[in-house]
């Protein structure tokens, strides 16, 4: 079957341009830090707050970032400068450490 | 109630939990973790820590016996059984479904049986060689994916395949929007792609046999001795799950289709066994099972570790015949129903569940990795390839 060959050939090479561009251009949706729960772990979240804490040690970075009420902390293995009260937006994974979640940031941004 | 009867208890509750999740086509074990997150607070409430770690032992190891089930018989596999898939439904096709499924209940067993043996070696020798390994591993990785595509009796088709596979599983982790990633990305290569085939040729299922296949005991030693090196790799690096165990285990061995069945599911075992010994031994959870014994368990003792194999060996030899059960009852009826209609409801319910699961957006990953699987049928090259979606990536890992 010569046509279905060629056809899972194209239909695939389309639907891994597709994939490679989506996810490059989509992000996870915003949410509030008070939501994040077991629940979110593995999975990619956007969250926004006010830095309140920064920990520098070898090879990363810990941010504490707040928005109303709760906090949460950032890991970035990336150390971007930043600055105490500065607010940003994170994306990143949920992820369990000691018992506590935290993110593990793939993209910090200033806003 | 005393804690004794409260674990027996808790053993034959596992016992039935990993049984649904088993058999229910799709579902990964990790995702049963995730489901048992939200309802631990409340279970605490009425149960000792010991009692729930035990459960969910129970669960995790009955979970990994009768998972082959919907993996061989209906061509619904996840990342752990996906291997089992190719051999697994040529039998099928012979009339060796029961026989199949056997095969790789027996390397559960066997596989169980030896990873609580070698524990006690491993807590000694594994913090010792760990580095070495974690230095080599990029090495290993390559060398594995190279033999994988030589193998293959058309190098180039293969190598087209595996790249693919390989973008397709690099772009699928990065796909930051979806949950679960895995379950559509091998879902799609190795269940739907597989149905799909089975539709279109319109393949029809012969009667299906009671009968077992005997694989010679110098093979099963050897596929003892491959899966424990294997199980060894996966347990303690980061990044390798089983089934990039067995490609590597595989690739440097010479193993046969009927053996690979056995090694397929010793190493898942061995893997599930040995995900809480690291749990005792390096503090680190190496699965979804492991994370949550260790949140039940803070001061992880010796003997909750050997509480916790007692566990393992009852609900495993139960769970054994459990497997034997329930494939004899899938033999006997699946020949009652058209295969194609089957195949055709499968991948409907395959294409539902992932919806649920992981989103609408994720169907476009289903499909372009069913797309995948289809080519590499097309093209005669050997499914295996396919495990590049998950080598690539972790080959990425170690290389950065």
């Known amino acids: 079957m010569r046509t279905l060959l060629l056809a899972s050939f194209i239909c695939s090479l389309i639907g891994l341009f597709f994939i490679i561009f989506l996810a490059n251009h989509l992000e996870p949706n915003l949410i509030s830090i008070k939501s994040i729960g077991e629940n979110k772990l593995d999975s990619y979240v956007k969250i926004r707050g006010v830095i309140t804490e920064i920990k520098e040690t070898e090879g990363l970075s810990i941010f504490t970032i707040r928005e109303d009420t709760a906090s949460i902390k950032v890991v970035s293995y990336e150390k971007p400068l930043l600055m105490r009260n500065q607010k940003i937006e994170v994306i990143g994974k949920v992820v369990e450490y000691r018992g506590a979640l935290e993110i593990e940031a793939t993209t910090i941004k200033i806003i | ?400």
Not at chain 2, 123 to 139: A, D, E, K, N, T
Not at chain 2, 150 to 178: C, E, P, Y
Not at chain 2, 227 to 241: E, K, W, Y
Not at chain 2, 285 to 304: D, H
């Open chain 2, 1 to 400: 109630m005393m804690v004794e009867l409260q674990i027996i208890l808790a053993s034959f509750a596992g016992l039935i939990a990993g049984t649904i999740t088993g058999l229910f086509p799709g579902i990964h074990i990790n995702l049963v973790a995730v489901l048992l997150f939200t309802i631990s607070g409340l279970l605490l409430q009425y149960f000792s820590p010991i009692t729930l770690a035990a459960f969910i032992v129970a669960m995790s190891i009955t979970h990994v016996f009768l998972d082959f089930i919907p993996s061989i018989f209906l061509g619904a596999p996840n990342e752990d059984t996906a291997l089992s898939i190719l051999p697994g439904h040529r039998l099928l096709l012979q009339g060796y479904g029961y026989a199949a499924v056997k095969l790789t209940t027996i390397g559960c067993f066997y596989g169980l049986i030896l990873s609580i043996l070698v524990s006690p070696l491993l807590v000694l020798v594994v913090p010792s060689i760990f580095p070495f390994i974690q230095r080599y591993m990029i090495f290993i990785l390559l060398l594995s994916s190279l033999f994988l595509i030589l193998k293959d009796d058309k190098k180039f088709a293969a190598l087209i395949i595996f790249l693919m596979a390989g973008i397709l599983g690099m772009a699928t982790l990065n796909f930051r929007v979806i949950n679960q990633p895995l379950l559509p990305l091998f879902s799609g290569l190795f269940g739907t792609s597989l149905l799909t085939v089975s539709f279109l040729e319109n393949v029809g299922l012969p009667k299906q046999r009671i009968k077992e296949i005997k694989i010679s005991h110098k093979s099963k030693l050897n596929a003892l001795l491959t899966s424990l090196l294997s199980s060894l790799l996966v347990s303690f690096l980061p990044g390798v799950g089983s089934a990039q165990g067995a490609v590597i285990g595989s690739s440097f061995r010479k193993i046969k289709e009927e053996t690979f069945l056995f090694l397929v599911g010793a190493i898942n075992v061995i893997v599930m066994v040995w995900s809480f010994v690291a749990l005792y031994a390096i503090e680190k959870p190496r699965s979804g099972s492991a994370v949550f014994v260790g949140k039940f368990l803070e001061y992880f003792s010796q003997n909750q570790l050997f509480l916790l194999f007692a566990v393992a060996l009852f609900t495993g030899s139960l769970a054994l015949i459990l497997c034997l059960i329930f494939s004899r009852l899938f033999a006997k009826n699946i020949e009652k129903i058209k295969y194609k209609w089957l195949c055709f409801g499968i991948a409907i319910f395959i294409i539902i569940i992932t919806t649920v699961i992981s989103g609408p957006l994720s169907l476009l990953i289903l499909a372009t990795g069913t797309m995948i699987g289809i080519l590499c049928n097309e093209l005669g090259v050997k499914k295996m390839q396919m495990m590049g979606s998950l080598l690539v990536p972790v080959i990425f890992y170690y290389l950065l």
